[in-house]
């Protein structure tokens, strides 16, 4: 099973700046089949990004994926008030799928 | 537009079956490619993949859970459902299902609301 460890546990940044989110997985993610998934109170998960850099439809083009093998991450060029929420890795490589334990991003 | 729906029982007791069904529109799970995942979200907790079923009807259960899991679908009525047995107070949260698609391996595209299910007597 590949586990996926996302860094920080809490990012507080304000409305405006540019946040990074790292997910590392173990073992490497050799196909770069890895998506990311915003997640707001009360609300299910939603799609950002798929295959490490696409961008699912709807997408604002200030959210960016990038990495390989084990290091991926997830920009967010400039952060507006509705980006504020927990953010999930997962990678689909192999089976069984699984998920990082997210990313709080809140506002500072 | 792709819309899935989750139901079923709010709360069970302990070592009762839950049986939970989603039922979705917009796409056909008869359709090549296609799949349907039951996902779980204890509170505060991170996400967790239960099972997905395939347009094959091919079925993957997570390891942890797999003798506890049963996905099945009917494509007729546009609906997959999944059963739990046993059921435990460690299984109180919310379990979402998604559609399921990708060329050669497969993400969460489009995720219904969720249900809450909380186990206790």
């Known amino acids: 099973e590949i586990v996926l460890t996302q860094s920080p546990g809490t990012l507080s940044l304000s409305p405006g700046e540019r946040a990074t989110l790292s997910c590392r997985a173990s073992p490497s993610i050799s196909s770069g089949y890895l998506a990311w998934y915003q997640q707001k109170p009360g609300q299910a998960p939603r799609l950002l990004i798929y295959d490490a850099s696409s961008r699912a439809t709807g997408i604002p083009d200030r959210f960016s994926g990038s990495g390989s093998g084990t290091d991926f991450t997830l920009a967010i060029s400039r952060l507006e008030p509705e980006d504020f929420a927990v953010y999930y890795c997962?990678?689909?490589?192999?089976?069984?799928?699984?998920f990082g334990q997210g990313t709080r991003l809140e506002i500072k | 537009q792709v819309t899935l729906k989750e139901s079923g029982p709010a709360l069970v007791k302990p070592t009762q079956t839950l049986t939970l069904t989603c039922t979705f529109s917009g796409f056909s799970l008869s359709t090549v490619g296609m799949h349907v995942s039951w996902v779980r979200q204890a509170p505060g907790k991170a996400l967790e993949c239960l099972a997905r079923i395939d347009w094959d009807d091919d079925k993957f259960y997570s390891a942890s859970l797999k003798t506890r899991l049963t996905i099945s679908k009917d494509t007729s009525k546009n609906q997959v459902v999944l059963t739990v047995t046993d059921m435990e107070p460690e299984d109180t949260g919310t379990y979402y299902c998604a559609r399921m698609v990708g060329k050669y391996a497969y993400y969460m595209d489009v995720w219904g609301k969720g249900t809450t299910v909380t186990v206790s007597s």
């Open positions: 997962q990678q689909y490589n192999s089976s069984p799928t699984t």
